[in-house]
């Protein structure tokens, strides 16, 4: 059974740049879709990234694209995502997923994820 851990969410300022991580155990992530998603207060759950298990698919939302970068280690079963120069409107409890098709849509769909990381706030204020 895949487990995800995320780690590295926190405070960060405006215009700063914060790096989460997550460690898969369990099984190998060589074969999994991965992706990030994330819930601000009051809000849904919604997509932020995903990469397809070759890599060759790599689908932002809108609202992060040219600012978030994810990228995928498989050699450490890890997976990464870069925030640069977050505003505000980017706190959020960040999760990671995994899903066993190994895909990535252009529409990142939520229902595709089997597996899901346990939560990581992020807070950007000043």
């Known amino acids: 059974q895949l487990q995800l851990v995320e780690s590295g969410g926190g405070l960060v300022q405006p215009g700063g740049s914060l790096s989460l991580s997550c460690a898969a155990s369990?099984?190998?992530?060589?074969?999994?879709?991965i992706g990030w998603f994330r819930q601000a207060p009051g809000k849904e759950r919604e997509a932020v990234s995903c990469?397809?298990?070759?890599?060759?698919?790599?689908n932002y939302a809108d609202s992060v694209k040219g600012r978030f970068t994810m990228s995928r280690d498989n050699a450490k079963n890890k997976f990464y995502l870069k925030m640069n120069s977050p505003p505000p409107e980017d706190t959020a409890v960040y999760y990671c997923?995994?899903?066993?098709?190994?895909?990535?849509?252009?529409?990142?769909?939520?229902?595709?994820?089997?597996?899901w990381g346990q939560g990581s706030q992020v807070t950007v204020s000043s």
């Open positions: 997923a995994a899903e066993s098709l190994g895909s990535c849509t252009r529409r990142i769909t939520m229902q595709h994820f089997d597996y």
């Open positions: 369990g099984d190998t992530l060589d074969y999994y879709g």
């Open positions: 990469i397809s298990s070759s890599g060759g698919s790599r």
